[in-house]
T-cell receptor, first 116, second 112 residues
């Protein structure tokens, strides 16, 4: 069964450094998402992406964050200058949107980011 | 705005006990509703879903019915196993933006 994959599974970085989290969505999906889960808290929406542009973003997704689909298979989340509070599990998701707005998002296994 | 409220955990049950995890939602329109499960150290896996009122989603012995009148989507299983120990998240899909809004998650621990 096709699945969303994410790399790396864990990343440790120093505050102020840039990180890029990578995702390979399911191959026929066109809609892509990033969510994050701070330890012990709920999963929060960050951004959605379709047709090479951002469709929707949350207030968390400020100028330090960017997303890109650099080729036909990868979808990346970049954090330009990491802060301690960026430490979280980051989930990528992808979907195909059916008639009538029916959609199910399939999530990757997550990247656990630790900012020191 | 849209929101999802789940019962607080942790929930601790003995094997073969009946499980209910409550979930209620607030939303405009008629959102799709989902239950996701997160096993220790793993990502989010879709457990079941329902896209309209009175739909029943089911998978692996778990069930949930979309109740518009009570704005609820409670998760049930007749006989839990130790392997069901995980965190369960209720979620709705915002029908305008397609973003998911998750509940806080309910940790289930099943004892042998």
């Amino acid at each position: 069964e096709p699945e969303v994959t994410q790399t790396p599974s864990h990343q440790v970085t120093q505050m102020g450094q840039e990180v890029i989290l990578r995702c390979v969505p399911i191959s026929n999906h066109l809609y892509f998402y990033w969510y994050r889960q701070i330890l012990g808290q709920k999963v929060e929406f960050l951004v959605s992406f379709y047709n090479n542009e951002i469709s929707e973003k949350s207030e968390i997704f400020d100028d330090q964050f960017s997303v890109e689909r650099p080729d036909g298979s990868n979808f990346t989340l970049k954090i330009r200058s990491t802060k301690l509070e960026d430490s979280a599990m980051y989930f990528c998701a992808s979907s195909v949107r059916l008639a009538g707005g029916r959609e199910t998002q399939y999530f990757g296994p997550g990247t656990r980011l630790l900012v020191l | 705005g849209n929101s999802v409220t789940q019962m607080e955990g942790p929930v601790t049950l003995s094997e073969e006990a009946f499980l209910t995890i409550n979930c209620t939602y607030t939303a405009t329109g008629y959102p799709s509703l989902f239950w996701y499960v997160q096993y220790p150290g793993e990502g989010l896996q879709l457990l079941l879903k329902a896209t309209k009122a009175d739909d029943k989603g089911s998978n692996k012995g778990f069930e949930a019915t979309y109740r518009k009148e009570t704005t609820s989507f409670h998760l049930e299983k007749g006989s839990v196993q130790v392997s069901d120990s995980a965190v369960y998240f209720c979620a709705l899909m915002d029908s305008g933006t397609y973003k998911y809004i998750f509940g806080t998650g309910t940790r289930l621990k099943v004892l042998a």
